[in-house]
């Protein structure tokens, strides 16, 4: 009999820090601004469509990166937690691009997941391909610098993990 409250004493507390992971990480994706990544990217005020588009990529970047922390702070629950994350975005969000974004989530999960820990550097150029119009020596520089700041929103996302 007390093995049974043991487990479920374990159970509630697995549940409780999952499901504070979750609310800890919707609350660090709904107060992120972006204008940090836009401004690396050189996207101006007024180009209005590639700012939404980049803005949409990097909460799918930064839902990827959150499931590598998972990974290392989860190991066996971080699928789990992730997946519960992603429904409960699409029935939440206003957004109406959040199957996309949901669905971008999960293949820069799968580029970080054959990376090397916690190398963005792949991710990074992804991203300036996807937004810069610029020669190829501004294009490293520009990866570079998405590439530090991906790792130290890697960082701030671990940190606020629970």
Known sequence: MQE?????????????????????????????????????????????????????????VYMAVWRLALGSSFPEDADAIFTAFCQEYLRRSRDRHAQDIVRKAEEYWHMLRDASAKDFRSLAEQLANLSARCDEEHRQAVTLKLALHIRAVYRLIFDHLI
């Open 4 to 60: 049974d409250c043991s487990a479920a004493v374990a159970l509630s507390d697995e549940e409780t820090y999952a499901r504070q992971a979750r609310e800890n990480f919707r609350a660090l994706l709904n107060d992120m601004c972006f204008f940090e990544e836009l401004a690396i990217l050189g996207l101006g005020r007024f180009q209005f469509s590639r700012r939404r588009r980049m803005v949409a990529e990097f909460r799918s």
